[in-house]
């Protein structure tokens, strides 16, 4: 395949006032953590590399949290030092929700009134004044989101955050949060073959309604935290598929998530220079109707 290095290449998707490529890039793998055994220390320099190659490249979305941290780096701390003072095009993605403790321990889930704080804490280590949307990541489908969605809506109202998100919901919840305020993108686990029940409902919900879906673990499937794709049968059959197409089973999980729809957006996590051209590549990579029904029977 002759690729273009433009995350451009894939097209763009609107976050309410923000303008994105549909092409962006997870911080979550820039830190190595013990945490989420994320392949032990990274290295600052490269991290801050990946960065800035990646905005080289056309990347303007991308996705953090202030609870991406090693006892070394933060994921906030790395991309504003790679990339203060921002381009006006570039919109960085937080969440909040899940707490840790500085030793890195998982503390209670923020209650609505906690979640100033935890905007406030993403605020600082961006050094910026305000955050451009911010999902709240939920805890499970059997719980309300709409008190610490209408909180973030408050943010909204306080000029601290431009738009809100939710993580984590069924299709319903999605709806429950909408009637609160209005929802740019909803960041669920979703990929080639791993599509939990009520998954896919999820982002034909999103599509109907203008709402960007954006996936996680799209390249790791349900290697999830670990290392990418641990099952071995889909991995023979993404790989079958990148053959015929001389690239790598990483750009085909990539272009298969963006393949899912326009409002489908992926933010792939890498810590890894080669990996991050490599994604950004599969941005102009077109999948063939034949590839898009042997994928999907993978589900
Ligand atoms: N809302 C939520 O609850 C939630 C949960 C998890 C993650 N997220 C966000 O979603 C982003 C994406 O998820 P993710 O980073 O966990 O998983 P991912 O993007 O599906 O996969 C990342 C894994 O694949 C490897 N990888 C990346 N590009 C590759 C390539 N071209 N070839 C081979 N291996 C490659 C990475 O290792 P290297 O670093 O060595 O490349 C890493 O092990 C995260 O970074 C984070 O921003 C959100």
């Given at each position: 395949?002759?690729?273009?290095?433009?995350?451009?290449?894939?097209?763009?998707w609107?976050?309410g006032?923000?303008?994105?490529?549909r092409l962006g890039?997870?911080?979550?793998?820039?830190?190595?953590?013990?945490?989420?055994?994320?392949?032990?220390?990274?290295?600052?320099?490269?991290?801050?590399?990946?960065?800035?190659q990646?905005?080289?490249?056309?990347v303007?979305?991308?996705?953090?949290?202030?609870?991406?941290?090693?006892?070394?780096?933060?994921?906030?701390?790395?991309?504003?030092?790679?990339?203060?003072?921002?381009?006006?095009?570039l919109?960085?993605?937080?969440?909040?929700?899940?707490?840790?403790?500085?030793?890195?321990?998982?503390?209670a889930?923020?209650?609505?009134?906690?979640?100033?704080?935890?905007?406030?804490?993403?605020?600082?280590?961006l050094?910026?004044?305000?955050?451009?949307?911010?999902?709240y990541?939920?805890?499970?489908?059997?719980?309300p989101?709409?008190?610490?969605?209408?909180?973030?809506?408050?943010?909204?109202?306080?000029?601290?955050?431009?738009?809100?998100?939710?993580s984590?919901?069924?299709?319903e919840?999605?709806?429950?949060?909408?009637?609160v305020?209005?929802?740019?993108?909803?960041?669920?686990?979703?990929?080639?073959?791993?599509?939990e029940?009520?998954a896919?409902?999820?982002?034909?919900?999103?599509?109907?309604?203008?709402?960007?879906?954006?996936?996680?673990?799209?390249?790791?499937?349900?290697?999830?935290?670990?290392r990418?794709?641990?099952?071995?049968?889909?991995?023979?059959?993404?790989?079958?598929?990148?053959?015929?197409?001389?690239?790598?089973?990483?750009?085909?999980?990539?272009?298969?998530?963006?393949?899912?729809?326009?409002?489908?957006?992926?933010?792939p996590?890498?810590?890894?220079?080669?990996?991050?051209?490599?994604?950004?590549?599969?941005?102009s990579?077109?999948l063939?109707?034949?590839?898009?029904?042997?994928?999907?029977?993978?589900?």
């Amino acid at each position: 395949m002759t690729s273009t290095l433009d995350a451009s290449a894939a097209g763009t998707w609107t976050l309410g006032t923000r303008t994105v490529n549909r092409l962006g890039l997870g911080a979550m793998r820039l830190t190595g953590t013990a945490a989420f055994d994320l392949g032990g220390r990274r290295d600052r320099a490269t991290s801050i590399r990946v960065l800035r190659q990646a905005v080289e490249l056309g990347v303007d979305h991308i996705d953090t949290a202030a609870f991406y941290f090693s006892p070394w780096l933060s994921a906030n701390q790395l991309i504003h030092q790679a990339l203060a003072p921002y381009d006006d095009d570039l919109t960085i993605v937080t969440k909040v929700g899940p707490g840790r403790d500085p030793s890195g321990e998982w503390t209670a889930w923020a209650r609505p009134d906690q979640l100033r704080g935890q905007v406030e804490q993403n605020l600082r280590e961006l050094g910026r004044d305000h955050l451009d949307v911010v999902n709240y990541r939920h805890t499970g489908p059997s719980k309300p989101v709409a008190d610490h969605v209408g909180a973030l809506a408050a943010l909204v109202d306080d000029g601290l955050v431009r738009h809100v998100g939710i993580s984590n919901v069924t299709a319903e919840q999605v709806d429950h949060a909408r009637a609160v305020t209005e929802i740019v993108c909803v960041q669920n686990r979703y990929a080639v073959a791993c599509r939990e029940a009520g998954a896919r409902e999820v982002l034909d919900h999103c599509g109907k309604h203008g709402i960007a879906f954006v996936p996680f673990f799209t390249i790791a499937g349900d290697g999830q935290e670990g290392r990418p794709a641990a099952d071995a049968s889909t991995a023979d059959a993404v790989q079958a598929v990148a053959e015929q197409h001389a690239v790598s089973p990483a750009q085909i999980r990539l272009a298969w998530s963006l393949a899912q729809g326009p409002h489908v957006l992926a933010i792939p996590g890498t810590g890894d220079p080669a990996h991050l051209q490599d994604n950004i590549a599969a941005a102009s990579l077109r999948l063939t109707d034949a590839d898009l029904r042997a994928l999907d029977a993978l589900g």
